[in-house]
């Protein structure tokens, strides 16, 4: 009798159903994956608020209102500058986004709050030497769009006098300006600086413009009609609530504007909130964290990783002008609260 082995195996047909099922799970693998990543980013960006806005009031109360002195200096002004020109205006003045919005690295307006990369089509490197045409400014965009998200809310102001003499009694003598160029800090001339030659500060920049964590920027001792950045508070309520800070009803008050927010202080609805990075360089950083603290997602998307936000009282009535911290913001301008609910909701 002749018996026949009979083989058993896949058909073709088989084998595609098969591999289009793994497929399949593999996309759900990999969605899955990616939400779980955002989450988890989402989570540390709520902690590293909650952290650094710890440490920063523990420090305070610790030297229990003897002194701040340079406590936040260094601070990342988030305001672009042509060259080593500082902007400057009336004092007590505001500068609010004009219609063709912030410098964005694309023939906007400069100076201004930073919200895009640096123009230039040549990178030098540290040594001078240039590596030729940006290939694919896109690619750089994507990775350095500043407070891009966040730039609609701000504003400049020109500081006054007693306000720069506030800041300093808060710990906040020195902030860092960006240069708006592709250029190294060296090709500002910082080494013949009268910043450098006669108040011996140390440069906190340098290296290619696009280079989110390199951009050329050097620090400036605070003085009179000087720019900072300020909140809106026409778009900023849940912001000054989420902090805990005074912010009165707007409802039939006459005389706001929301294209002049500085309307809004005028009529006493709320105090000045003035933003600075925290940076890498800021004294807050360098003496108080051990690394820098970061939150993945918004690091690949933003050029400063967290805001401190200091209110600015009026001086009316029997108060001098005072400058206070009052907390902590993540680059897209939101308080631990509103990221919490981000985080409750990716």
């Known amino acids: 009798m002749n018996i026949k082995n009979k083989t058993s195996g ?23 994956f990616s939400d779980m990543r955002k989450e988890a980013a989402c989570k540390a960006n709520v902690a590293n608020i909650k952290n650094i806005t710890r440490t920063i009031n523990t420090e305070i109360a610790r030297v229990d209102g003897n002194t701040y002195e340079g406590m936040f200096d260094y601070a990342e002004a988030l305001i672009d500058v042509a060259g080593k020109d500082v902007p400057r205006g009336a004092e007590g003045s ?36 240039s590596s030729g045409q940006i290939a694919d400014v896109s690619e750089v965009h994507e990775n350095n769009v500043g407070l891009e998200s966040f730039s609609s809310s701000l504003g400049m102001y020109y500081l006054r006098d007693n306000e720069i003499k506030a800041l300093k009694e808060a710990g906040l003598r020195i902030v860092s300006y960006h240069n708006y160029s ?16 006669e108040y011996g500060l140390h440069s906190t920049g340098g290296g290619p413009g696009h280079r989110a964590d390199l951009s050329a920027s ?7 009609s000087m720019a900072v950045a ?28 929301d294209t ?11 105090q000045r909130l003035i933003v600075f990075g925290l940076g890498r360089d800021t004294e807050t950083s360098t003496k108080f964290f051990e690394s ?35 907390g902590v913001l993540d680059p897209e301008g939101k308080t631990a609260k509103s990221a919490q609910y981000s985080a409750d909701w990716s």
């Open 10 to 32: 896949f058909t073709l047909i088989e084998l595609i159903l098969v591999v289009g099922v793994l497929g399949i799970l593999a996309v759900i693998a990999v969605g899955k």
């Open 94 to 129: 505001y500068v609010w986004a004009p219609p063709s919005g912030w410098y964005d690295g694309a023939g906007g307006v400069v100076p201004g709050i930073y919200c895009g990369i640096k123009v230039s089509e040549v990178v030098e490197n540290k040594n001078g030497v």
């Open 182 to 197: 592709n250029a190294q800090a060296k090709n500002l001339g910082w080494d013949s600086s009268v910043w450098h030659t």
């Open 218 to 224: 050097y620090p400036v001792i605070l003085t009179n």
């Open 230 to 257: 300020v909140i809106n508070p026409a778009k900023a309520a849940s912001i000054y609530r989420d902090l805990g800070l005074d912010y009165a009803s707007t409802y039939n008050v006459s005389g706001l504007s």
């Open 260 to 270: 002049e927010p500085q309307t809004y202080f005028e009529k006493g609805i709320c």
């Open 292 to 326: 820098h603290p970061r939150c993945m997602t918004l690091s690949k998307r933003h050029y400063r990783n967290y805001l401190l936000v200091f209110q600015l009282n009026n001086g009316q009535g029997n108060k001098g002008v005072k400058v206070t911290f009052v």
